[in-house]
C-alpha cells in the first residue's frame, strides 16, 4: 500500500521563493510566507527552508535554518491552521512521530525499543 509521501525538492530563502512548493497540501505556501514575514512565538526569524516530502493529509517534511539555529522539520496541518509539529534535532523517536499523527512512510529513521526503524 501506498504510503501517501511524496518526494518534493525546494529551498526557500524568502517569501518569494513560494512558488517552488507549487503541489503542496493547500494552505502552506501561505503559512511560509506568514513565517518569512514575522518571528514565531519563540522570537526567531525563518531564513531559509528546504521541503523534502509533502502528504496530502495535511503533512510537510524539510527542514528550517533561521535566527535561532536549524531543525530538520514536520509540518502539519490541524484544524485548517499550519505549524511545526515536530522539531527534530537528532533521530526522534518513533514515538513521537506516532503521537505527533505523522503518517507512516516518510522513509527517515526513527528510535525504537529495539534500536531504530524507518518510519
Not at 39 to 64: K, N, Q, R
Amino acid at each position: 500500500m501506498p504510503s501517501g509521501w511524496r518526494s518534493f525538492d525546494a529551498d526557500l530563502l524568502s517569501a518569494g521563493d513560494v512558488g517552488g512548493i507549487e503541489g503542496a497540501p493547500s494552505g502552506f505556501a501561505d503559512y511560509v510566507v506568514a513565517r518569512f514575514a514575522d518571528e514565531d512565538s519563540a522570537g526567531c526569524l525563518l531564513s531559509a527552508m528546504t521541503v523534502t516530502s509533502v502528504h496530502p493529509a495535511g503533512y510537510v517534511y524539510g527542514s528550517e535554518n533561521g535566527s535561532c539555529g536549524g531543525s530538520a522539520t514536520l509540518y502539519a496541518e490541524v484544524g485548517g491552521v499550519w505549524g511545526v509539529a515536530l522539531a527534530m534535532q537528532a533521530m526522534p523517536e518513533c514515538s513521537a512521530l506516532r503521537e505527533a499523527g505523522i503518517p507512516e512512510g516518510l522513509g527517515i529513521r526513527c528510535g525504537h525499543e529495539t534500536g531504530d526503524r524507518e518510519y
